[in-house]
């Protein structure tokens, strides 16, 4: 038993789906609880003006009745409501009429640090737009909404998640503003920590089930992501093991570390204490004075595609780190504990958290 998760959708196509497939019987989802994070994901200094456009909320299609998951296939929708600018340009069939609207006017001048050179390679087209619409991090508001999901479903087990940005220029109102001065962009750190998750999520057996490279593919995942480390990470390089690893002992709650620096994983395995990954992202590639590039139309020099974009997105990839962490910790858990309906999962982690004379932290 295990969840998947399929997404689709363009940034100014009509709108993003992603069907969850896996989830339990039973599980109460709040409507309100998934539209704040997609509205927490639109926040953050340095945004974009079409933030103010959006205003995303989700919209279930399946597998939902009166809030109860039917243990069926669930889809998601986050309607993009900027379509309508773009109705003739990103017109799912051959649009009537005249070209009118954004859109309507091919791209063939990419971007440094986007997917557009490669994408067209790879794909062999002419428009750059066929790319960068779905490259672009506007797909990860559904993966928010995912990850809300599956925040619910851990909460069932006693797991909460929690996303921030670090103290890095990206979340910096000072330099935001500086960089928006200079037409120039910003990347930074995040950080993800997962409370109440037991010891046994993920596998040593085999590297495709081991936890920590499942949450670091995860977030590697994510939209200009360029960095991911676990725990204390890069810098258990530069210490000997004598003070890289956290020494075992038991007190009242059962075994523990010490200390964290593993970040809640131990050989691919959760080993009961906080889990703690975070993410570093680049500066954001669309620039309001653009690199240099190559028109692909004429093979000459030209300057690369200036369309609208954040100056830093640090504090939105938080919340779509969050959910993208929450949604493995979940997909783990069910792997782990299994179950047809909710009851079913949440009596077999109860069992094997006694079974492994195990409490979390403060319980």
Same mark, same amino acid.
């Given at each position: @038993?295990?969840?998947?998760?399929?997404?689709?959708?363009?940034?100014?196509?009509?709108?993003?789906?992603?069907?969850?497939?896996?989830?339990?019987?039973?599980?109460?989802?709040?409507?309100?609880?998934?539209? &704040?994070?997609?509205?927490?994901?639109?926040?953050?200094?340095?945004?974009?003006?079409?933030?103010?456009?959006?205003? =995303? &909320?989700? &919209?279930?299609?399946?597998?939902?009745?009166?809030?109860? %998951?039917?243990?069926?296939?669930?889809?998601?929708?986050?309607?993009?409501?900027?379509?309508?600018?773009?109705?003739?340009? @990103?017109?799912?069939?051959?649009?009537?009429?005249?070209?009118?609207?954004?859109?309507?006017?091919?791209?063939?001048?990419?971007?440094?640090?986007?997917?557009?050179?490669?994408?067209?390679?790879?794909?062999?087209?002419? #428009?750059?737009?066929?790319?960068?619409?779905?490259?672009?991090?506007?797909?990860?508001?559904?993966?928010?909404?995912?990850?809300?999901?599956?925040?619910?479903?851990?909460?069932?087990?006693?797991?909460?998640?929690?996303?921030?940005?670090?103290?890095?220029?990206?979340?910096?109102?000072?330099?935001? =503003?500086?960089?928006?001065? #200079?037409? #120039?962009?910003?990347?930074?750190?995040?950080?993800?920590?997962?409370?109440?998750?037991?010891?046994?999520?993920?596998?040593?057996?085999?590297?495709?089930?081991?936890?920590?490279?499942?949450?670091?593919?995860?977030?590697?995942?994510?939209?200009?992501?360029?960095?991911?480390?676990?725990?204390?990470?890069?810098?258990?390089?530069?210490?000997?093991?004598?003070?890289?690893?956290?020494?075992?002992?038991?007190?009242?709650?059962?075994?523990?570390? %010490?200390?964290?620096?593993?970040?809640?994983?131990?050989?691919?395995?959760?080993?009961?204490?906080?889990?703690?990954?975070?993410?570093?992202?680049?500066?954001?590639?669309?620039?309001?004075?653009?690199?240099?590039?190559?028109?692909?139309?004429?093979?000459?020099?030209?300057?690369?595609?200036?369309?609208?974009?954040?100056?830093?997105?640090?504090?939105?990839?938080?919340?779509?780190?969050?959910?993208?962490?929450?949604? &493995?910790?979940?997909?783990?858990?069910?792997?782990?504990?299994?179950?047809?309906?909710?009851? =079913?999962?949440?009596?077999?982690?109860?069992?094997?958290?006694?079974?492994?004379?195990?409490?979390?932290?403060?319980?």
């Amino acid at each position: @038993m295990s969840l998947e998760l399929a997404t689709a959708g363009e940034s100014h196509g009509p709108a993003l789906v992603a069907i969850v497939s896996g989830l339990p019987a039973g599980l109460v989802l709040d409507r309100a609880a998934i539209d &704040e994070d997609l509205r927490r994901r639109q926040q953050g200094y340095g945004r974009s003006p079409r933030q103010r456009i959006e205003r =995303d &909320e989700v &919209e279930v299609l399946a597998g939902l009745r009166h809030g109860r %998951t039917l243990g069926t296939p669930l889809a998601l929708v986050v309607w993009n409501r900027d379509h309508r600018n773009w109705t003739w340009g @990103m017109s799912p069939w051959p649009p009537e009429g005249e070209p009118q609207g954004k859109g309507a006017k091919p791209v063939t001048l990419p971007r440094p640090g986007h997917a557009d050179l490669a994408g067209v390679q790879k794909y062999g087209l002419a #428009d750059v737009r066929d790319v960068l619409e779905r490259a672009s991090a506007r797909h990860t508001a559904v993966l928010v909404a995912a990850g809300a999901v599956a925040k619910a479903l851990l909460a069932q087990i006693g797991v909460a998640v929690s996303g921030a940005a670090l103290p890095e220029a990206g979340a910096d109102p000072a330099a935001v =503003d500086a960089a928006r001065a #200079d037409r #120039d962009t910003l990347g930074g750190v995040v950080e993800v920590r997962a409370t109440g998750a037991p010891p046994g999520l993920g596998s040593y057996a085999r590297k495709e089930d081991r936890l920590d490279a499942r949450l670091a593919a995860a977030l590697m995942g994510i939209q200009a992501v360029k960095g991911v480390e676990i725990g204390d990470g890069f810098a258990l390089a530069r210490v000997r093991g004598s003070e890289a690893h956290d020494e075992i002992v038991r007190d009242e709650r059962g075994l523990r570390r %010490t200390t964290n620096r593993a970040g809640g994983i131990e050989g691919g395995v959760s080993n009961g204490e906080e889990i703690v990954v975070r993410a570093a992202m680049k500066p954001l590639p669309t620039l309001m004075r653009p690199l240099a590039s190559v028109d692909l139309a004429t093979g000459e020099p030209a300057s690369a595609l200036v369309e609208r974009s954040d100056v830093s997105a640090v504090e939105a990839l938080a919340v779509v780190a969050e959910a993208a962490v929450a949604w &493995e910790l979940a997909r783990a858990a069910r792997e782990k504990f299994g179950g047809d309906a909710l009851e =079913d999962f949440v009596a077999a982690w109860r069992a094997y958290v006694e079974r492994i004379d195990w409490a979390p932290r403060g319980a």
